[in-house]
């Protein structure tokens, strides 16, 4: 049987899809204005030339703080829809979002499964994405055009609420690093694998522990493994803080 293919070129966003860990671009740029203000403010005050460091190590914090809201903002987005081509869906898959948030990924992936679904799994924490609720993701859908091909759930990754073999994909964006244990990692991976159908295909893509996801990947005897960092547009603050994509299929 021939399927249709869903691939189009991506339409421009009508959600709001919020700062992924917003604590840490706000520190940024508070730091970067305060080393700045100290250097102006020590020369106007007491006459004494600005210590070199504190303009210089202003003017990076404020373009990390910059690097970091175009990842956030514009970087990812692109990242993903790369990622989300290569895996020329059909139209016709299920496919799951560990950490859905308020649903960039999710989304993205809903609009190529016209005859397909997207589900979604969270804990909703507000420190891991501002405005993370899942009102917000609804809303989000229904801006998209495609409230009526996702699922939402409140769920750990660690004890995923579905039957075993039920989805086509996993993927996950940088949410299984905020499981601070590795056993709980290590559980989310099984977790995903488990969940996933003979011949599904998992996509992981994060800032911390891949070199992890992969071991536990190939133990649990995945195939097809490739673990490689994505470029620039997923730098949060700089190239020493890059974002990796872990790959994998499952064994038919």
């Not at 694998?193 to 998992?202: A, S």
Request: overall charge positive; proline content about 5%.
């Amino acid at each position: 049987m021939t399927h249709r293919t869903s691939h189009r070129p991506a339409a421009r966003r009508q959600g709001e899809y919020g700062v992924d860990a917003p604590y840490v671009p706000t520190l940024y740029g508070a730091m970067g204005i305060g080393l700045l203000a100290w250097g102006v403010v020590t020369f106007a005050v007491d006459g004494l030339t600005p210590a070199p460091w504190a303009l210089f190590a202003g003017c990076v914090t404020l373009v990390c703080a910059g690097l970091y809201l175009y990842t956030t903002r514009r970087g990812k987005f692109v990242v993903w829809e790369k990622l989300l081509d290569r895996l020329a869906l059909r139209g016709d898959e299920r496919v799951l979002d560990l950490g859905c948030g308020r649903g960039a990924v999710l989304l993205a992936a809903a609009r190529r499964l016209p005859d397909g679904r997207a589900y979604g799994v969270d804990l909703w924490r507000s420190q891991d994405q501002s405005g993370n609720d899942p009102a917000t993701t609804e809303r989000n859908a229904r801006a998209e055009g495609v409230a009526d091909r996702i699922e939402l759930h409140t769920a750990d990754m660690t004890q995923l609420p579905f039957e075993s073999d039920q989805f086509d994909v996993v993927v996950s964006s940088l949410a299984l690093h905020n499981i601070s244990d590795p056993a709980g990692r290590t559980s989310a991976i099984e977790e995903a694998v488990r969940v996933l159908r003979p011949g599904g295909r998992l996509v992981v893509a994060d800032i911390r522990n891949t070199r992890q996801y992969g071991a536990d990947l190939q133990r649990l005897g995945m195939r097809s493994l490739t673990r490689r960092a994505v470029g620039a547009r997923m730098w949060w603050s700089g190239p020493w803080m890059p974002t990796t994509v872990v790959c994998g299929t499952k064994p038919s």
